[in-house]
């Protein structure tokens, strides 16, 4: 947890800045907050109607929590607290549209990070806010399919069945439902601000960038996920989270942003380019160079695809089995039992962490991570990646 503390001028400025227009102004307000250095320049663009990125201490108190110390005003206090009952509320919307969507359905973390950059200093949204904002990230297809049933003769009967599914629609889309739903302008900068808060809290690893230390390469290429060495495939355990991910590893999987463990095709390729054109765009060549036709992950996927695995069909089924689509850094912070990184218990299993990327402790010195764009699922050694801390996943049960 982060402890935030504000001095007497801080104060002042947030007192002054009690105006409707000012509020809205919430990257300069967090600043203010945030940063008594900057008061002053804080304030003058803040009455000018002047905007910034959203400082980042305050998106993490958001996204994270955060423990207040005394001095801290009651109505930055209010901001973060708003924010994140917004964000329960958005929870529920968006896990209402997923239940009815294939594939991934719409990124919660996208629609968070939009809803900061756009209503941060706002009042919390109703229910049926909520779902209006959400609305404006999918739309509704109706599909075909075919059943196919043997009757007590013998006779075989198919019947034509039609459905609907929710799809997600690019960002440019999602932008321009919003500006419509809502009647406001969405600037080039707010649409930044969300670029900047996503990538701060959900992928901060984008995978085009180099990393220190050895790493071993995945072995030869596979799609099957094989569970012969789980010990208890019915619960989701970290012995068995282990198993999974040097699976991962042996079965030479790839890395693309936004992806948890699924065979990269062109059609999901081309979606996840849409969701993330810097973080998949600026590296579609390499990817469907080296990864399409594998199976892929980023760093967290590679947790929370093993969170997803349904043992029996073999399918892995998004926000299943308690396990919440998160980034590395809230899976961090949601940890109830850490540490830093020279107190790393030898337990397989464990996770461990740098700021905006995480692994996986197999033991012996080793961890399996989903290093990057260029480098897909490798073997590293602990002592040589710059980890930080260690966290055992809420979600998994260590005996």
Not at 327 to 340: C, I, K, R
């Amino acid at each position: 947890m982060m402890t935030v503390t504000a001095g007497a001028a801080a104060k002042a400025a947030l007192a002054a800045l009690s105006s409707g227009k000012a509020r809205k102004a919430a990257g300069w307000i967090a600043a203010a907050i945030l940063s008594p250095l900057i008061v002053l320049t804080a304030f003058v663009c803040a009455l000018a109607g002047g905007t910034a990125n959203h400082n980042d201490l305050a998106v993490k108190a958001s996204f994270y929590g955060t423990e207040f110390s005394d001095d801290v005003p009651s109505e930055f206090r209010e901001h973060i607290e708003d924010m994140q009952t917004s964000f329960s509320v958005l929870d529920r919307a968006v896990t209402a549209v997923n239940s009815a969507a294939e594939g991934g359905g719409v990124d919660l973390g996208q629609v968070k990070s939009v809803f900061y950059a756009l209503c941060f200093g706002d009042d919390v949204p109703s229910r049926r806010a909520a779902d209006r904002f959400v609305d404006c990230f999918y739309t509704t297809e109706t599909r075909a399919s075919t059943v196919t049933v043997v009757q007590e003769d013998g006779t075989v009967v198919t019947h034509s069945v039609s459905y609907t599914v929710n799809v997600p629609v690019s960002m440019s889309a999602a932008y321009a439902n919003l500006a419509a739903a809502f009647d406001r302008e969405i600037t080039p900068e707010d649409k930044n601000n969300a670029d900047h808060i996503y990538a701060m809290i959900y992928g901060a690893a984008l995978g085009g960038g180099s990393f220190s230390g050895n790493y071993i390469a995945g072995g030869e290429r596979s799609v099957e996920l094989d569970l012969s060495s789980f010990c208890d495939p019915d619960t989701k355990n970290s012995r068995d989270l282990v198993a999974y991910v040097v699976n991962a590893w042996q079965s030479g999987w790839g890395y693309v942003w936004g992806t948890f463990g699924d065979v990269l095709t062109p059609a999901l390729l081309d979606y996840k380019e849409e969701q993330y054109p810097d973080g998949v765009g600026s590296y579609k060549g390499f990817i469907e160079e080296h990864w399409l036709g594998a199976r892929t992950t980023d760093c967290v996927g590679l947790v929370k695809g093993y969170g997803w695995l349904n043992p029996e069909s073999l399918e892995l089924e998004y926000d299943t089995n308690g396990m919440p689509d998160v980034g590395a850094n809230q899976m961090y912070y949601a940890s109830e039992d850490s540490g830093p990184i020279d107190s790393l218990p030898e337990v397989p299993g464990v996770a461990v962490w740098m700021d905006g990327h995480m692994g996986v402790y197999i033991g012996d010195g080793e961890v399996i991570e989903a290093m990057g764009t260029h480098y897909g699922v490798v073997k590293t050694q602990l002592d040589e990646r710059g980890w930080t801390n260690w966290f055992r996943i809420p979600y998994i049960n260590y005996d």
